[in-house]
């Protein structure tokens, strides 16, 4: 058995490697070789890639190092905003054009080591002021740096993805945020998902022997 518990633990060390989380802040140089790329890849208008160099500035200066979270505040159309040359000009089903978009997200996100870790629908209010955009739902995202989110905005530049974003969402508020209290552990879950794993095979060798 002490070859299976060997396997367990190189697994858990290759996971928690590439789910990581401890980096130092990006650099100006690295925030101006991610931006060059950018301009590089798009094929979208100057003001485009204007509106992505800002917002790509905007979150290096939140940046602290390592792991964060960015908060995502959403509100759908009642029907789909297809530009009229889309292939899917005819939508209007505004959540299938969001499940477009997360689809491809998600494999954006796991590829650099993040993932979803809360999508809520709203259902109600309680303490408002008058900026309330009476919002659908909410969304938490875990990233494993800053600079795997601008590496992800680089890769998605002319992916094709932010159209269908656009199609279903009417407006959207998104900002990071650093976890001070978290009783919600990815490590320690899946710690004890393979500890769990090992018991059960452990019981079950120790009835076949």
Do not use: C
């Not at 140089?29 to 060059?36: C, G, K, T, V």
């Not at 798009?42 to 964060?68: K, P, V, Y």
């Amino acid at each position: 058995m002490k070859y299976f518990y060997g396997f367990l633990i190189a697994i858990y060390a290759a996971w928690f490697t590439w789910y990581g989380g401890s980096s130092e802040p990006v650099t100006e140089q690295e925030l101006a070789a991610y931006i060059s790329d950018m301009k590089s890849k798009s094929n979208s208008s100057q003001e485009s890639r204007d509106e992505a160099e800002e917002l790509m500035h905007h979150l290096a200066e939140s940046d602290s190092g390592g792991e964060f979270l960015m908060i995502n505040l959403m509100k759908y159309r009642d029907k789909a905003l297809y530009p009229a040359d889309s292939p899917w000009a005819d939508e209007t089903d505004a959540m299938l054009a969001d499940k477009r978009y997360s689809d491809g997200v998600v494999k954006e996100l796991l590829a650099r080591g993040s993932l979803p870790i809360l999508k809520a629908k709203t259902t109600g209010v309680f303490i408002i002021d008058e900026d309330w955009r009476d919002w659908d739902e909410v969304a938490i995202v875990r990233y494993r740096s800053v600079k795997d989110m601008l590496d992800m905005i680089v890769g998605m530049v002319d992916s094709g993805l932010s159209v269908h974003k656009f199609a279903s969402m009417e407006q959207t508020h998104v900002f990071p945020a650093q976890p001070s209290i978290s009783l919600f552990s990815v490590r320690l879950l899946f710690a004890l998902l393979l500890f769990f794993i090992a018991t059960v095979i452990t019981l079950i060798a120790k009835k076949l022997a």
